[in-house]
């Protein structure tokens, strides 16, 4: 059980808008910050957002973060099919000292 | 250029002590923010945070690993070695070491990693 909660799956049709949220506690999202990464098959995560919204050098601006109170929110735009992939969220647990990953999140392009 | 690459045995049999090695270029571990992250993920399940060490020799530890958990660094090698005891088969996974910003600030903690090596998988059997 992940201390941080994504929906399993999204999907959306090529071109579209996705949203993957990810909801924590005071004790993590709430208070620190948050970072998203891309798993496509087979590889290493890639970092998409830092900072809650922060893009690094040469992430496309279809991919976009935020956050509110104790959810954090990954935005894709322009679906493709390339962005079929796994999509996580992590931050810093103040509580447990440590870093907190979701349970991951599955995109599907119709 | 950055580049990390873990290293270590393919299999361990259960009880052992397995200890993996990530060695990393382009960056420094004496550089104030800069840490080294393990990561895990088992065959088709999520990611899971184990251990990170910082610049300053912070160490931190999963809660529910931290007695199995040791992660140490030769600055000097640049090389960051974790080391996890009394090996079960639910520990088969893909073993992951990643560069890592990680610091705090204005009661806010940064953390994010933004090179990862390959990763190596590490099966436990008999």
């Known amino acids: 059980q992940s201390v941080l909660t994504q929906p399993p799956s999204v999907s959306a049709a090529p071109g579209q808008k996705v949203t993957i949220s990810c909801s924590g506690s005071?004790?993590?999202?709430?208070?620190?910050?948050v970072s998203w990464y891309q798993q496509l098959p087979g590889t290493a995560p890639k970092l998409l957002i830092y900072?809650?919204?922060m893009r690094p050098s040469g992430v496309p601006d279809r991919f976009s973060g935020s956050k509110s109170g104790t959810s954090a929110t990954l935005g894709i735009t322009g679906l493709q099919t390339g962005d079929e992939a796994d999509y996580y969220c992590e931050t810093w647990d103040s509580s447990l000292r440590a870093g907190v990953f979701g349970g991951g999140t599955k995109v599907t392009v119709l | 250029q950055v580049t990390l690459r873990e290293s270590g045995p393919a299999l361990v049999k259960p009880t052992q002590t397995l200890t993996l090695t990530c060695t990393f270029s382009?960056?420094?571990?004496?550089?104030?923010?800069?840490?080294v992250s393990w990561i895990r993920q088992p065959p088709g399940k999520a990611l899971e945070w184990l251990a990170r060490i910082d610049w300053d020799d912070d160490k931190w530890y999963s809660t529910s690993l931290k007695t199995r958990l040791t992660i140490s660094k030769d600055t000097s090698r640049n090389q960051v070695v974790l080391r996890m005891t009394s090996m079960d088969p639910i520990d088969t996974a893909t073993y992951y070491c990643a560069r890592t910003r990680g610091y705090s600030g204005g009661g806010r903690s940064h953390t994010d990693s933004d090179y990862w090596g390959q990763g190596t998988l590490v099966s436990v059997s008999s």
């Open positions: 900072d809650d919204d």
């Open positions: 005071s004790l993590n999202i709430g208070n620190n910050y």
């Open positions: 382009g960056f420094s571990l004496s550089t104030t923010k800069m840490c």
